[in-house]
Structure formats: structure tokens, C-alpha cells
């Protein structure tokens, strides 16, 4: 039988937080049909940045990748909020990840793992998602990293 994704990310050892406040005029959540778009999520926790600075300067490339996953963490918060299960997931579309880049650091796909990898540890299959990842001058909060995600939902 295959494990839910509820039960995989319990397996895992991963409580999901609850779902961050706003920190704009903006939901956290969009519902457009099938397709679920959640909104920017930052390396926080309770309301706060818990890695923040710039990439490749205050911050090394395994705590970026450490920010890359607690974001990730905070989408999971934000689908579950508005669905009531992972497990109404059918598949991981596109993730963006926003990487706080000092001047010449040039790994954002390698911060990007740290989201990617969790996705595929919880979804398996249905984790495989495109994937964006780019360098900005500033992120909200001056968060390492944002990821934005969209994912499909099952009928």
C-alpha cells in the first residue's frame, strides 16, 4: 500500500507550523481550478526570520539550503491550511525559489535543493515538479531565500 503523504511527512519527523501571516495585501493562498498557487514563503517560523542576510556573504550555502527547506516547510503549512490534507496533492508543478544573493554568488540551484529534495522526500513521484531558481538583490525581511509554488490538485 502506499503511504500517504500526511503519514510520509510524519515518518519524516516534520510538525508543519501554522500557516504564516501575511506580511502584505496578499493571500497565501490562490484556488484557480485544479491549480493551487501559494504565495512567497520565507525561512520563518512563529513570525520570525529564523536565517536571514545575504547568500554566498552572511550566509553559507547549507544554511541557505537549510532556509530553502524551511520554506518549503511553510508551503506545506499553506496547502494543508487550505485543503485539510497533503493528501489532496496530486502533483508538485513549479517552485520558485528567490535567493538573497550576494554580489558573484552564482549556486542558487544548489540552495534550491534544499526545497527540491524535501518535496521529493514527501510527494516521491508526484514531488518531480520545474523548478525555477534565481539570485535577487533583497528578499522581504531580508529572508535568505522565498519560494513561491504551484501545485495541482487531485479531482
Known amino acids: 500500500m502506499v503511504m500517504s503523504f500526511e503519514a510520509k511527512l510524519h515518518e519524516l519527523g516534520i510538525a508543519l507550523p ?3 501571516p501575511s506580511v502584505g495585501a496578499y493571500l497565501p493562498t490562490v484556488q484557480a481550478g485544479n491549480l493551487l498557487f501559494i504565495s512567497g514563503q520565507l525561512p520563518s517560523h512563529s513570525g520570525k526570520i529564523l536565517i536571514s542576510g545575504k547568500v554566498g556573504q552572511e550566509v553559507e550555502l547549507n544554511h541557505a539550503q537549510d532556509a530553502a527547506r524551511l520554506c518549503a516547510i511553510n508551503a506545506l503549512a499553506a496547502i494543508k491550511a487550505h485543503l485539510g490534507t497533503l493528501d489532496a496533492v496530486k502533483q508538485i508543478i ?11 554568488f552564482t549556486e542558487q540551484s544548489q540552495v534550491a535543493n534544499g526545497a527540491s529534495n524535501l ?5 516521491g513521484p508526484a514531488g518531480q515538479h520545474a523548478r525555477l531558481a534565481i539570485g535577487v538583490a533583497e528578499i522581504p525581511l531580508n529572508g535568505a531565500v522565498e519560494l513561491a509554488m504551484i501545485v495541482e490538485i487531485k479531482n
Not at 94 to 104: D, F, T, W
Open 119 to 123: 518535496l521529493h522526500n514527501v510527494f
Open 18 to 20: 501554522s500557516v504564516a
Open 94 to 104: 513549479r517552485l520558485e525559489i528567490y535567493v538573497n544573493s550576494a554580489p558573484g
